[in-house]
């Protein structure tokens, strides 16, 4: 069982930045595939990065391709993703998650077995 909380949302206006943390229990964090997703008002739950257990490979949408990074510390428990550039269309509830897989990385949701309750971005005009 894995346990995840994410923090780090905010409030910022549009071309700022953001870093988005997500700690995760249990000792077997590291061989677990972790992902961002994140879902806007009215939207369904998208795909943004994910990152293999090892740090080796990331994968990323098209639509943060050039902003957004994914990394992760394995002593720490904890993947992050830094939001660079963040535009009005990056406002949403932000989640991170973990799969039970290695490669390939995964975009679907269900391909992921925990999450966490989430956290909001705002993204001003």
């Known amino acids: 069982q894995v346990q995840l909380v994410e923090s780090g949302g905010g409030l910022v206006q549009a071309g700022g930045s953001l870093r988005l943390s997500c700690a995760a229990s249990?000792?077997?964090?590291?061989?677990?595939?972790m992902a961002w997703f994140r879902q806007g008002p009215g939207k369904e739950r998208e795909f943004v990065m994910a990152?293999?257990?090892?740090?080796?490979?990331?994968t990323d949408a098209d639509s943060v391709k050039g902003r957004f990074t994914i990394s992760r510390d394995n002593a720490k428990n904890t993947v992050y993703l830094q939001l660079n550039s963040l535009k009005p269309e990056d406002t949403a509830v932000y989640y991170c998650?973990?799969?039970?897989?290695?490669?390939?990385?995964?975009?679907?949701?269900?391909?992921?077995?925990?999450w966490g309750q989430g956290t909001q971005v705002t993204v001003s005009s």
């Open positions: 998650a973990a799969g039970r897989f290695s490669w390939p990385l995964f975009r679907q949701r269900d391909r992921y077995d925990y």
């Open positions: 990152i293999s257990w090892n740090s080796e490979r990331t």
């Open positions: 249990g000792r077997t964090f590291s061989t677990y595939a």
